[in-house]
């Protein structure tokens, strides 16, 4: 589901998009005022007062029961939207709490992968475009500002590159593409061009995919599948030493803010599903149900929106990391993947 819907098909499972399920259901709070009669005014004051220190059940205006206050620090959310109308993906932006959806991009070109660079400034992104002279596409590596001008190409050549990561430092962005030899494996980019240190490549029968750069930049997350084997998690440092295997089976893995877990697509009962697992591979908790995934934490690491295969559409959700107050992002009829918190 990660980036365009994780597409475990690759590894003899179908992709969540393809099933029929039925999403979380989403809270839906009922207040109801109580009339009291026969009360002398004073009485009245008194009780109003005792409400107001208790919460009352009236909220404030402009206060939904959706809104959160820790949603309003966290800033927003940047993801991949595709409508019927339009038939392709843009990039959207929305606050934490469902409101204020807005598109950045648009066009004949599909836009997918954002991801917001360390200081909130870029988001990086991928864009397939008709290859000049050919009747295919390329899909290359952009960035553009957080109100969707400047933008820059960042890779050329026959491309296909996905999943950008960006460095905590914000000067470099891991990717996933085919190099010259047609072999999918992690590359990196630099934003101001420079020429950037580069990954080792997998072995021979293994393709590695969806990198995932640690907090403190010293280490790489990445699914890795070899022959016919599912896709497991590793973590490597940038010199392609320390290599560690965090679990047998995982896409899409995401740090926590501290750097002390991730989160990742594996297998449920019946499909895919998120999971949190500690860094060395202990610990390892399921947090959603099946025909889910693609998880991506919340800035202070309290939350994680992540996607949910529905009947006929893809939709964002967002879950506290305890597994409580799941809720829908968007009531929009449009699919939504690959977000970026």
Known sequence: MRKNGTDMSSEGHPPPG??????????????????????????????????????????????????????????????????????????????????????????????????????????????????????????????????????IQLTVGPGEAKDPSWSPEGTRIAFTAKDAAGKTRLLIATVDGTPPPQLPKPPADCIDLEPAWSPDGLTIAFARRCGDQPSGLYLMHLDGTGLQAVTTFGRTPAWSPDGAKIAYTGLGSYGPSVYLINADGTGKVELTTDFSGDPVWSPDGSQIVFTVSEVAIVKLYVINVDGTGIRRLTETPSNEVAASW
């Open 18 to 151: 393809d099933a029929i399920t039925r999403g979380p259901g989403i809270l839906r709070w009922t207040v109801a005022l109580v009339a009291l009669a026969g009360l002398l005014v004073a009485g009245i004051a008194a009780l109003a007062a005792r409400s107001h220190r208790a919460a009352p059940a009236v909220r404030p205006a402009g206060l939904t029961p959706r809104t959160d206050r820790r949603n309003l620090l966290n800033g927003r959310i940047v993801f991949a939207s595709r409508s019927d109308s339009d038939g392709r993906y843009h990039i959207h932006v929305v606050n934490p709490d469902g409101t204020g959806e807005t598109a950045l991009t648009s066009g004949p070109a599909d836009d997918k992968t954002p991801a917001w660079s360390p200081n909130r400034e870029l988001i990086a992104f991928t864009r397939a475009s008709q290859a000049p002279g050919s009747s295919g596409k390329t899909t290359h590596l952009y960035i553009m500002k957080a109100d969707g001008t400047g933008l």
